[in-house]
């Protein structure tokens, strides 16, 4: 299954680094373009930290600063930079759009604005709780996707286009979850404390789908798009319409892998 196409760390660098050598030579008008971006760094680390810290800088708050508070994260503990490695191979196996490693890294929002959470998620880990809302407001800002830093969000996760997806600060997120553009996991506005979704491993969350209060969607589980989810949701099923109801059996092993995310199709 996909998990023999996975790469590692060091794997997925020197692949981008040879495609991008290759894509430089077809679109010379990049060429400086992907020097800055790739082929300049000596590592996917540095890379990745250099993309975010050009788009979360504002004009307080240099880029070089934002690079440094990165790579501390990455430093801090390789789980951050396996998650993205991980994260990165989610996008590439499961978007038939992407036919490129650096794709996500260059030009993903959905991609970009979850290893900006990833930062923000260990800056509140080590309770520095303002510096995290930065990041979290300015990959808003930016990539319009808005996650609260105490979210907890796993591995091997993909948000597919992204914009307007919107994740509280009790949501669960567990690997391997694929989620599209317009999707919110928030509280019903009726509860306090832990009041946002808990996703289990492998479920689908289709465009535009709304999931209130600290319901639990099960492994493997699809929720249609456009839906209003209100109540748990079993595993293995799916569940479509306002309020949703379920409407059949998810019955392929991981939903999250198998539809296809392209937006022509
Ligand atoms: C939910 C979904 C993944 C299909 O899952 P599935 O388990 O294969 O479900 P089925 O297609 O068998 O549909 C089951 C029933 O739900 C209905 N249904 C499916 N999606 C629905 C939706 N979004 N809203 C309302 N009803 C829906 C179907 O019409 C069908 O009803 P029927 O049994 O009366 O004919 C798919 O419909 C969907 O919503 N995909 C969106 C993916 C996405 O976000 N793409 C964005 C790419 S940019």
Request: with cysteine.
């Amino acid at each position: 299954m996909e998990n023999q196409k996975l790469k590692d760390v060091e794997g997925v660098w020197q692949l981008i680094r040879q495609e991008t050598k290759k894509r430089m030579v077809a679109e010379p008008v990049l060429a400086s373009f992907f020097h800055s971006t790739i082929l300049e760094h000596n590592s996917f680390s540095s890379a990745i930290a250099d993309q975010l810290s050009n788009d979360l800088s504002n004009t307080s708050v240099q880029p070089m600063m934002i690079r440094k508070i990165i790579r501390e994260a990455f430093n801090s503990s390789k789980d951050i930079l396996e998650a993205t490695v991980s994260d990165l191979n989610a996008v590439k196996d499961r978007d038939p759009s992407c036919k490129y490693f650096s794709e996500p890294l260059l030009f993903f929002k959905g991609f970009k604005a979850l290893q900006s959470h990833r930062v923000a998620s260990w800056l509140w880990s080590e309770e520095r709780h303002t510096l995290a809302h930065f990041i979290q407001s300015r990959a808003s800002e930016v990539y319009g996707i808005d996650i609260h830093p105490a979210a907890e969000i796993g591995k091997g996760v993909m948000i597919d286009h992204g914009s307007g997806v919107v994740i509280g600060e009790t949501a669960v997120v567990e690997d391997n979850v694929s989620i599209f553009q317009g999707v919110t996991l928030g509280g019903t506005g009726k509860e306090t404390g832990d009041r946002h979704p808990k996703v289990r491993e492998g479920a689908l969350l289709s465009a535009s789908s709304t999931i209130l209060g600290n319901v639990e969607i099960g492994k493997n589980a699809k929720v249609a798009a456009g839906s209003v989810v209100l109540a748990d949701v079993r595993e293995h099923t799916t569940v479509a319409g306002i309020p949703a109801k379920e409407v059949g059996e998810a019955n392929t092993d991981m939903p999250a892998y198998d539809v296809d995310h392209s937006i022509n199709n």
